[in-house]
């Protein structure tokens, strides 16, 4: 995981500096101190899933690209096997599995993500990005909280929000949750 995250890190600091962009303006536009982004683009702390989405969007990034240094190459459709996908592993707490990473020109973002049962207050940290987010609880129970509101979801629920305001998944009844979601 550490090559990963150094690997990621290169990326990032190169496509900041091709896209002309400051660290300030790239660490305003996260939310985040100079200090902490520098230390994203320096792999000596792990980027969140939904700071990746914002990155890619800001530097005109595919993540897939961003993610793996590899473009998506396929353009009529894209078939991920089950089991398959790309791992995205930038949260402890979270697993993501990127559905659609060969798909080039996507306009959503597809991942399985599952949440364990002992994420603790990690788990808790509330995630911000542009757009709209969809999930669909596939396994377990799952308390969802969006902007000081708390969900409870079932298997075969759903919701779809804002990603705009601050959301957080736990896993419920000692068990994990995954769910498919869907970032637009």
Avoid: W
Avoid at 76 to 99: E, I, M
């Amino acid at each position: 995981m550490k090559a990963e995250r150094q690997d990621i890190a290169a990326r990032l600091k190169e496509l900041r500096e091709l896209e002309g962009r400051s660290l300030e303006e790239v660490a305003e536009v996260l939310g985040v101190t100079v200090d902490e982004y520098q230390r994203y683009e320096t792999a000596e702390a792990d980027i969140p899933a939904s700071s990746l989405h914002n990155l890619a969007q800001l530097l005109n990034a595919d993540l897939t690209e961003l993610l793996t240094g590899k473009a998506p190459r396929m353009k009529v459709f894209c078939v991920t096997r089950a089991g398959g996908g790309v791992k995205v592993t930038r949260r402890k707490d979270y697993q993501y599995r990127n559905l659609a990473a060969n798909f080039s020109g996507r306009k959503v973002n597809i991942f399985e993500v599952t949440v364990p049962p002992d994420a603790g207050e990690a788990g808790l940290q509330e995630n911000t990005h542009p757009g709209q987010e969809f999930n669909y609880l596939l396994e377990g129970r799952m308390k969802v909280r969006i902007h000081g509101n708390e969900l409870m979801l079932e298997t075969g629920d759903c919701i779809y929000f804002d990603s705009n305001y601050g959301h957080s998944m736990e896993a419920l009844d000692g068990q994990p949750a995954r769910f498919l979601a869907m970032i637009v």
